[in-house]
């Protein structure tokens, strides 16, 4: 079992940048993807951005320029860094991982959430 563990989400003036982690730990043979989501309440979660075990990233075009994912591989932990935050940021953010385990089963797994609030 893996638990994903999230920090660094709040409340933020427009403009104004945070930088959320999200750590996982467990039986974890091998991470293939991570990556951020977002939800608004009565909204379908969105990808915000992810990262291969490769390096290669992908962004959501309404954070391009603005946000950045990175890695610990060590620690097995990704980051997502969110400069120049507008009102329209404010959401859950949630990590995923595809994590394959010890076991030999792969799937994907979210942390618990952070709450991004940004105000104008």
């Known amino acids: 079992q893996v638990q994903l563990v999230e920090s660094g989400g709040g409340l933020v003036q427009a403009g104004g940048s945070l930088r959320l982690s999200c750590e996982a730990s467990?039986?974890?043979?091998?991470?293939?993807?991570m990556g951020w989501y977002r939800q608004d309440p009565g909204k379908q979660r969105e990808l915000v951005a992810s990262?291969?075990?490769?390096?290669?990233?992908n962004y959501a075009d309404f954070v391009k320029g603005r946000f950045t994912i990175s890695t610990n591989n060590v620690k097995n932990t990704v980051f997502l860094q969110m400069n120049s935050l507008k009102p329209e940021d404010t959401a859950v953010y949630y990590c995923?991982?595809?994590?394959?385990?010890?076991?030999?089963?792969?799937?994907?797994?979210w942390g618990q959430g952070t709450q991004v609030t940004v105000s104008s």
């Open positions: 995923n991982f595809h994590i394959t385990y010890t076991s030999g089963s792969s799937y994907p797994t």
């Open positions: 467990g039986s974890i043979r091998r991470i293939n993807t």
């Open positions: 990262v291969t075990s490769g390096g290669s990233t």
